[in-house]
């Protein structure tokens, strides 16, 4: 089976409540002029759906139509933006993949998909180089998250190494 992209956007004015407020965050914290927005996108790879259960699923577990602005596979291009996205570190529970899992296991009565999520941030004005580091590393916690590949993989399935003897 293929892997499926899914982004999904809370529509901009009313409903994207986080995304104003983490630019506000921004502003406030890196003392920021050039930032004109942030934008808070959902990512959702998904695997082991045929193409009738993935439409019957995609806007019922993964986006609510008046809600949300859902684009497929790609990103539109955001002009005069920077972007990145992260993920939880392999071993880490995705609360949201699990609970999106499930759901999708309810609806097709079928084997339990594999999911893997990330959060893209997607930020609108002009953007140093230097500046986007230190939002990174704002964003993104060691501890638990990484800093994921913008880059569609071929297959979810994992590859864990064997550890060696001690």
């Known amino acids: 089976m293929t892997v499926r992209r899914l982004f999904v956007e809370k529509r901009q004015g009313f409903f994207d409540i986080p995304a104003q407020q983490l630019a506000a965050d921004f502003i406030e914290t890196f003392r920021l002029t050039e930032l004109k927005t942030v934008r808070l996108i959902r990512r ?30 790609k990103l539109p291009d955001f002009p005069k933006s920077r972007s990145f996205a992260v993920e939880y570190l392999p071993g880490q529970y995705d609360q949201r993949a699990d ?40 964003c993104i916690n060691k501890v638990e998250s990484r800093e994921a590949a913008l880059q569609k993989p071929a297959t979810l399935a994992e590859k864990i190494e064997e550890p060696a003897d001690v």
């Open 99 to 138: 609970s999106a899992a499930q759901c999708v296991q309810l609806v097709t009565q079928k084997e339990r998909p594999a999911i893997r999520t990330a959060i893209v941030y997607v930020l609108v004005g002009t953007i140093s180089a230097d500046l986007l580091a230190k939002i990174k590393a704002y």
């Open 44 to 73: 959702y790879d998904i695997e082991g759906l045929s193409e009738e259960e993935y439409k019957a699923v995609r806007d019922v577990v993964f986006a609510e139509p008046p809600v949300d602005v859902v684009y497929e596979e």
